[in-house]
């Protein structure tokens, strides 16, 4: 297993402003990922997060608005721009190990932008 | 496209009763599939994986390629698994979840 750590666990932020949420893993994964959450709702994957390379993108959101880094197996941050009312949610950060689909998520960051 | 579908948002079972959470998929390819459990104020974990076709928590699941389906069961279910419970399609190198079911068991 792996234990996934998140940084804020939240915040309130203004409009226009920035937030990086932190991720750190205790041990060396192959994968992590970063999803939203709207409370009581699914998962919405944002993107994969590579290791020494550009993050790979969902549709629909792009990095000028979630730039991602991830400098090593076990850490990434995500940073939500420029922010807006419309993201206010839950990001959830994951990793995976034996493969990409068995995931382990961190606590998430609920962020709410007034 | 690839889409998981879980028709219960919903679901309330008494203690002791059957309870099947519907999970139905849309994949041409060979899926994996997965459920996974969010107690109240816990992170989301994994339950099931449908490749190791084990019993968790007296859980079960059977992937059913026919039926597309991936239904989570149990045969008698107990309070402690209220929860929201989400099924996952894993592909090409990420997943998809369905929309979840919040399943409450009254005692």
């Known amino acids: 297993s792996a234990v996934i750590s998140q940084k804020p666990s939240r915040d309130i932020c203004q409009r226009g402003t920035s937030l990086t949420i932190q991720c750190q893993v205790d041990?060396?994964?192959?994968?992590m990922f970063w999803y939203r959450q709207q409370p009581g709702q699914s998962l919405t994957l944002i993107a994969t997060a590579n290791q020494g390379s550009e993050a790979t993108y969902e549709s629909g959101f792009v990095i000028d608005k979630f730039p991602i880094s991830r400098p090593n197996l076990t850490f990434s941050t995500l940073t939500v721009s420029n922010m807006s009312p419309e993201d206010s949610s839950i990001y959830l950060c994951?990793?995976?190990?034996?493969?990409?689909?068995?995931?382990?998520f961190g606590p998430g960051t609920r962020l709410t932008v007034t | 496209a690839q889409r998981v579908t879980q028709p219960e948002k919903l679901l309330s079972v008494f203690k002791g009763a059957p309870v099947e959470l519907k999970c139905n998929y849309s994949?041409?390819?060979?899926?994996?599939l997965f459920w996974y459990v969010q107690y109240s104020r816990q992170r989301l974990q994994l339950l099931l994986r449908?490749?190791s076709r084990e019993s968790i928590k007296g859980f079960t699941a059977d992937l059913n390629k026919g039926e597309t389906s991936f239904h989570l069961k149990k045969p008698f279910a107990q309070e402690e698994d209220s929860a929201m419970y989400y099924c996952a399609l894993g592909y090409a190198g990420k997943s998809t979840f369905g929309d979840g079911t919040t399943l409450t068991v009254k005692p």
């Open positions: 449908h490749i």
């Open positions: 041990s060396q994964v192959t994968m």
């Open positions: 994949y041409s390819g060979s899926p994996e």
């Open positions: 994951s990793a995976a190990r034996d493969g990409p689909y068995e995931q382990y």
